[in-house]
């Protein structure tokens, strides 16, 4: 009977480590999904920061060049750069002022889901450089 007991216990032991080490593995899996997840949406927004501060730099000399033109159209340089600036103040003012709720919305909604399905999905395992890297 002790020895039942006793084959009992390590039986319980032995399962309780196991989905110890289950449990630590899933963890760990979550939080490398969500690290890969993170890193390639700063990848794809430091690219597209980037592309907006070129694009930015461009509009900026168009603008000028703008404020120039109306300027020698009607013979005051500063009154040209006024005109020209009428447009950025309202375009400024309305972005300023238009709530952007929907939008935040809609981009945490498409990361959560992304962490999700990545996550719940079982892939197979990956091969690095011709070695299969299995689960420990």
């Known amino acids: 009977m002790a020895e039942e007991n006793r084959k009992n216990g390590k039986a319980k032991k032995k399962i309780t480590d196991e989905v110890r080490q289950y449990v630590e593995k899933r963890l760990e899996l979550f939080s490398l999904t969500i690290a890969e997840q993170v890193s390639r949406l700063l990848a794809e927004s430091f690219q597209q920061i980037l592309g907006l501060f070129v694009l930015s730099f461009a509009l900026f000399f168009f603008w000028f060049a703008v404020g120039f033109w109306v300027g020698s159209l009607i013979g005051s340089i500063s009154l040209g750069f006024a005109i020209a600036s009428l447009p950025l103040f309202l375009i400024g003012y309305l972005l ?13 909604a498409q990361l959560i889901s992304k962490v999700i399905d990545d996550f719940e999905s079982d892939k197979e395992p990956e091969k690095i450089e011709g070695k299969t890297v299995e689960e420990t």
């Open 96 to 108: 300023l002022n238009r709530s952007s709720k929907g939008f935040t919305e809609k981009v945490q």
